[in-house]
């Protein structure tokens, strides 16, 4: 688990989002494949390594 760095909503999908991390990944949402409830885990549609954390 890391902490977030940033966070942005994709302009052309209002589903989409992109979360920056402080252990250097990069995760992509897509808020349709989350499920109801608090105890819910939404994972991401993709990962990318984008650096190492320093």
Do not use: C, Y
């Amino acid at each position: 688990m890391s902490d977030v760095e940033s966070l942005a909503w994709n302009p052309h999908s209002e589903h989409s989002s992109v979360v920056s991390l402080e252990d250097g990944t990069m995760k992509g949402f897509d808020i349709r494949a989350a499920q109801s409830g608090l105890d819910s885990d939404l994972r991401p549609s993709f990962t990318i390594q984008a650096h190492d954390q320093d």
